[in-house]
């Protein structure tokens, strides 16, 4: 009976690795196909290539045999190894997100550089020494070996993968305040680039490491075959937020480099600064470019002839407000003039007509511009007033 009941969890697991196989390779493909100029969706395309490669060749090894002890074994130093890789992997994917112009070649060297010490010192030490690993089905084992270099040495190694789990969520909590005021700066519609989704992958990102360690403790086909399904739905739906996420950043991440401009032109601009801004309020309410759904402060720079630093500026300091705070009063004040004029209107149309993407994203700038009154609440006013 026992034995009937391992091989088929054997046999469950061969098919979960098969399946997760194919979802992360057939999910490279979308993104690589489909990656549109947006360097974070290339990026996890070769993560989910390489995970999608990992788990065929384990399904591979399963299913002819050549990997069947490393499910019964614990604290594995491969595993520990291609697990650091893995959490290296998702510690870049968030800065892609959260900061495209911070993903440069030395950081990632930078990055790197506690796997690649872990690497050297531990097959380093064991090659040169020739010193013994030992393979382990039990805590207990591994504590009457503790004092054995291949073996305590392989805590240093979770100690270098916790240490990139938890570097990962500093990274993200740093970097998405960073990104919120990116975007409230150069764009006029925040939920567009919205990732609010970013806290569910650090959610998801936790709960495989914690089933990765469970599994390596006590390692089986169980813990297995749970790690690799929450590991599957995690990176499914990864690939399915990505697909549909706009990012602020493009394919030349130079273009959001803010040129160092000569001090002569700075003393120019600051003796304009005032009328900079009379010539943008008379552009804004003569032709209206906020009711484009595209509108940033790139059309600023570019109708003005101004670098981002100095067009930024003039929304924060001289209209005492962000980009995205300013676009938002105009283009509610221009639906508000809408609806006065046309109260059976509906709120999509409305929402379409002065610059939004989503009736969504409409009724939120509505509500957060008027002290919680929602549109169709105004627009029933208006209709009452009418009537009487």
């Not at 069947?68 to 510690?91: D, S, W």
């Not at 409230?184 to 990765?212: C, D, H, P, Q």
């Amino acid at each position: 009976m026992a034995n009937s009941s391992f091989i088929m969890m054997e046999t469950i697991l061969q098919t979960v690795l098969c399946v997760s196989s194919t979802v992360c390779l057939w999910s490279a493909f979308l993104l690589a196909y489909n990656w549109q100029g947006v360097r974070q969706r290339r990026w996890l395309s070769s993560v989910l290539f390489l995970w999608g490669l990992a788990w065929g060749c384990r399904a591979y090894g399963l299913i002819f045999g050549n990997t069947a002890p490393i499910y019964e074994r614990v604290l594995t130093p491969e595993l520990i190894l291609v697990a650091i890789i893995a959490g290296f992997t998702f510690l870049v994917w968030p800065i892609a997100v959260l900061n495209a112009p911070k993903v440069k070649l030395r950081r990632l060297l930078l990055f790197c550089l506690p796997f690649i010490l872990c690497v050297t010192i531990y097959y380093g030490t064991i090659g040169v020494f020739g010193l013994r690993q030992f393979n382990f089905t039990s805590l207990h084992e591994v504590g009457t070996h503790i004092s054995y270099f291949s073996v305590w040495f392989r805590l240093v190694m979770c100690a270098c993968l916790l240490g990139y789990l938890v570097f990962t969520i500093k990274i993200i909590i740093c970097y998405i305040g960073d990104y919120n005021r990116y975007v409230e700066e150069n764009y006029s519609e925040y939920e567009k680039y919205t990732i609010k989704w970013m806290r569910t992958y650090l959610i998801g990102l936790m709960a495989i490491t914690v089933l990765f360690f469970i599994n390596l403790c006590f390692a089986s086909y169980t813990t297995f075959l749970c790690h690799n399904i929450v590991a599957c739905i995690f990176l499914a739906w990864l690939t399915a937020k990505v697909m549909v996420y706009n990012t602020p950043y493009v394919a030349d991440i130079n273009d959001y480099v803010v040129p160092e401009m000569p001090k002569t032109e700075g003393e120019d601009f600051n003796s304009r600064f005032s009328t900079y801004k009379q010539q943008i309020e008379i552009w804004m309410a003569n032709e209206r470019p906020y009711l484009s759904t595209d509108f940033n402060l790139k059309n600023v720079m570019t109708h003005f002839r101004l670098n981002r630093t100095y067009a930024s500026k003039i929304f924060n300091e001289g209209f005492g407000k962000s980009f995205i705070l300013v676009v938002r009063e105009y283009r509610i004040e221009y639906a508000k003039k809408i609806i006065d004029n046309n109260p059976a209107i509906s709120m999509s149309e409305v929402a379409h007509l002065c610059g939004y993407s989503t009736a969504q994203a409409f009724h939120k700038a509505f509500v957060d511009c008027n002290n919680g009154l929602t549109p169709k609440r105004y627009s029933q006013a208006k209709t009452s007033s009418l009537k009487k």
